[in-house]
């Protein structure tokens, strides 16, 4: 096993928020540690629980390119949650 992915291991990433999901941790960016190991999804789905409503879904980017789910973050890396525009 690598020593990046060692379940014990801690890492930090720094994750910028848009529109509602902004709105609702009162923050544009904030660093977070996560284990190592860990997928942009489960960060998504720890930093934003399923609510009454469910969970707002959103595109994934790691360092400013779109990524899969299955993602799995890296130290220093910089992580987006883009909910849907809104328009009308």
């Known amino acids: 096993m690598e020593a990046d992915s060692a379940p014990d291991r801690v890492i930090e990433v720094t994750v910028r928020y848009f529109a509602v ?3 609702r941790r009162g923050c544009d960016e904030e660093r977070v540690p996560v284990a190592a190991g860990t997928t ?3 960060l998504y789905a ?3 629980p399923v609510g ?3 969970r707002l879904p959103v595109l994934f980017a790691v360092d400013q ?7 799995v973050l890296r130290e220093g890396a910089e992580v987006a949650f883009i909910p ?3 328009g009308g």
Do not use: I, K
Request: no cysteine.
């Open 46 to 48: 720890e930093l934003f």
């Open 40 to 42: 942009v999804a489960a």
């Open 84 to 86: 849907p525009l809104g």
């Open 21 to 23: 999901l902004r709105e």
């Open 65 to 71: 390119a779109y990524v899969r789910a299955d993602t």
């Open 52 to 54: 009454p409503q469910g």
